[in-house]
Protein backbone atom coordinates (compact mmCIF):
# COMPACT_ATOMS: atom_id res chain seq x y z
CA UNK A 1 0.00 0.00 0.00
CA UNK A 2 1.19 3.16 -0.85
CA UNK A 3 2.21 6.28 1.71
CA UNK A 4 -1.12 8.47 -0.21
CA UNK A 5 -3.83 5.24 0.19
CA UNK A 6 -2.18 4.75 3.66
CA UNK A 7 -2.66 8.34 4.58
CA UNK A 8 -6.10 8.71 2.84
CA UNK A 9 -7.41 5.35 4.59
CA UNK A 10 -6.25 6.81 8.39
CA UNK A 11 -8.05 10.03 7.38
CA UNK A 12 -11.21 8.16 6.02
CA UNK A 13 -10.91 6.35 9.09
CA UNK A 14 -10.85 9.57 11.42
CA UNK A 15 -13.80 10.95 9.46
CA UNK A 16 -16.39 8.42 9.69
CA UNK A 17 -17.40 7.24 13.04
CA UNK A 18 -20.17 5.31 12.23
CA UNK A 19 -20.10 1.17 11.52
CA UNK A 20 -21.15 -0.15 8.04
CA UNK A 21 -23.91 -1.74 10.15
CA UNK A 22 -24.64 1.63 11.94
CA UNK A 23 -24.69 3.63 8.24
CA UNK A 24 -26.82 0.72 6.75
CA UNK A 25 -28.96 1.00 9.30
CA UNK A 26 -29.46 4.67 8.95
CA UNK A 27 -30.02 4.75 5.73
CA UNK A 28 -32.99 3.02 5.57
CA UNK A 29 -34.53 5.65 7.82
CA UNK A 30 -36.97 7.94 6.28
CA UNK A 31 -34.93 10.81 7.56
CA UNK A 32 -31.82 9.84 6.39
CA UNK A 33 -33.58 9.91 2.39
CA UNK A 34 -35.07 13.47 3.23
CA UNK A 35 -31.83 15.58 2.90
CA UNK A 36 -29.03 16.93 0.20
CA UNK A 37 -28.90 17.35 -2.80
CA UNK A 38 -30.87 15.60 -5.10
CA UNK A 39 -29.56 16.03 -9.04
CA UNK A 40 -32.11 13.84 -10.77
CA UNK A 41 -34.74 14.12 -8.37
CA UNK A 42 -33.87 10.41 -7.07
CA UNK A 43 -31.80 9.42 -4.50
CA UNK A 44 -29.64 12.20 -2.82
CA UNK A 45 -25.84 12.36 -3.43
CA UNK A 46 -24.82 11.75 0.45
CA UNK A 47 -27.38 8.38 0.46
CA UNK A 48 -25.78 7.34 -2.61
CA UNK A 49 -22.30 8.14 -1.02
CA UNK A 50 -23.20 6.45 2.23
CA UNK A 51 -24.31 3.01 0.16
CA UNK A 52 -20.68 3.42 -1.44
CA UNK A 53 -18.89 3.97 2.45
CA UNK A 54 -20.93 0.84 3.66
CA UNK A 55 -19.21 -1.43 0.53
CA UNK A 56 -15.90 0.20 1.39
CA UNK A 57 -16.45 -0.51 5.01
CA UNK A 58 -16.99 -4.39 4.18
CA UNK A 59 -14.54 -4.96 1.85
CA UNK A 60 -10.63 -6.04 2.99
CA UNK A 61 -8.05 -3.33 2.71
CA UNK A 62 -6.32 -5.69 0.00
CA UNK A 63 -9.87 -5.41 -2.42
CA UNK A 64 -10.22 -1.37 -2.03
CA UNK A 65 -9.25 -0.35 -5.70
CA UNK A 66 -8.93 3.21 -7.18
CA UNK A 67 -12.63 3.89 -7.38
CA UNK A 68 -12.91 3.14 -3.54
CA UNK A 69 -9.84 5.57 -2.77
CA UNK A 70 -10.97 8.65 -4.59
CA UNK A 71 -14.44 8.19 -2.93
CA UNK A 72 -12.91 8.40 0.82
CA UNK A 73 -10.81 11.42 -0.69
CA UNK A 74 -14.49 12.54 -1.16
CA UNK A 75 -15.96 11.72 2.01
CA UNK A 76 -12.88 13.13 4.02
CA UNK A 77 -13.51 16.43 2.22
CA UNK A 78 -17.31 16.75 3.03
CA UNK A 79 -16.78 15.50 6.68
CA UNK A 80 -14.27 18.29 7.23
CA UNK A 81 -16.13 21.08 5.43
CA UNK A 82 -19.55 20.07 6.42
CA UNK A 83 -18.16 20.06 10.05
CA UNK A 84 -17.13 23.80 10.05
CA UNK A 85 -20.41 24.76 9.35
CA UNK A 86 -22.11 23.21 12.27
CA UNK A 87 -24.99 25.45 13.61
CA UNK A 88 -25.46 26.77 17.00
CA UNK A 89 -27.30 24.77 19.35
CA UNK A 90 -28.72 21.40 19.80
CA UNK A 91 -27.67 19.62 16.53
CA UNK A 92 -29.69 16.29 17.54
CA UNK A 93 -32.46 16.36 15.22
CA UNK A 94 -31.19 18.89 12.55
CA UNK A 95 -30.49 18.54 8.58
CA UNK A 96 -27.29 19.30 9.46
CA UNK A 97 -26.45 15.73 11.30
CA UNK A 98 -28.52 13.67 8.91
CA UNK A 99 -26.38 14.93 6.21
CA UNK A 100 -23.82 14.02 7.89
CA UNK A 101 -24.71 10.75 9.14
CA UNK A 102 -25.78 9.84 4.79
CA UNK A 103 -21.81 10.58 4.58
CA UNK A 104 -21.01 7.88 7.64
CA UNK A 105 -19.87 10.77 10.71
CA UNK A 106 -22.61 10.84 13.50
CA UNK A 107 -21.97 14.46 15.51
CA UNK A 108 -23.35 12.93 18.37
CA UNK A 109 -20.51 10.53 18.81
Known amino acids: MT????QTAAEFGEAVNMSAAE????LR???SKEVGDKPDGGES???ESGRHIVAILR???S??????YA???KVVGYVHR???QRPSGDVRETRWRYSLMNWGHDPMK
Open 23 to 26: LERW
Open 3 to 6: ADRR
Open 63 to 68: ELDDED
Open 45 to 47: TGH
Open 82 to 84: HLA
Open 71 to 73: HMR
Open 29 to 31: EER
Open 59 to 61: KHK
